[in-house]
């Protein structure tokens, strides 16, 4: 049984939580588009932001996670993404896989472990964690892009065809007054042009506080859940130079 953390949902904690079945898709298996529809799917997200950046342009766009699309969404796809890698699409995006046990800031648990674990779990959870990478970034899939924060050592040594990220952005870039640095490993796809980007505060400030929010968020039950919320203003920019990239490549092709 794999545990929540391989399915997408979560921080790699509650791993005794059974994986939904997902047996059969909601929708017909077709073959690669070569119109103005992109067939995207958008793992690791329940919150459906993306998704929906790329639906409002006219694509063919799921979402997929272990846990149910928070809006109810009928474009959701409940269970281990992996399971539908194969299924023709033209882009995959992964949104926010968990990276709790692959992120530079948690690699002091794989020596000291906290309270409630031990060293074997902190490795099998790494592993686990850097599997889950790895089918994304080798998915079959021609257009790649996974978000995650920088990784540690350990974790590059574990995912087959480690590459470091293309770039990394800034939510401020994109008309969203936050700091949170997101690294995004890109395979065959542009990297992203900045499309409002703002002032940032002075450090110190009120507003530099406010922007900070993120990193400031208060422990707690659903801390997880609000951090790895995607930003739309990221997302608008995915959707438009994105599709419009891959668009271009199928008419070129069919000329």
Known sequence: MRSSSTGCA?????????LPT???LPFPTVSRSRTRSLRVLVAC???GTVRDAFLDRGHDAWSCDLLPAEN????HIRGDARDVLNDGWDMLIVAHPPCT?????????L???PPGKNAEQMWAELDEGAALFSAFWNAPVDRICIENPVMHRHAKERIADFRPPAQTVQPWWFGEPFFKATGLYLRNLPTLLPTQKLT?????TAEHKAWSRVHRMSPGPDRWRERSRFFPGIAAAMADQWGDFAIEQFLREAA
């Not at 979560?10 to 059974?18: A, E, L, S, T, Y």
Request: proline share 11%; charged share 15%; hydrophobic share 15%.
């Open 10 to 18: 979560g921080n790699g904690q509650g791993n005794n939580r059974p």
């Open 22 to 24: 997902q047996t059969t």
């Open 45 to 47: 997200e329940f919150s």
């Open 72 to 75: 109810g969404s009928n474009r």
């Open 101 to 109: 046990r692959l992120c530079n800031s948690g690699v002091r648990w």
């Open 111 to 113: 020596s000291v472990p």
């Open 200 to 204: 940032p505060p002075a450090r110190g």
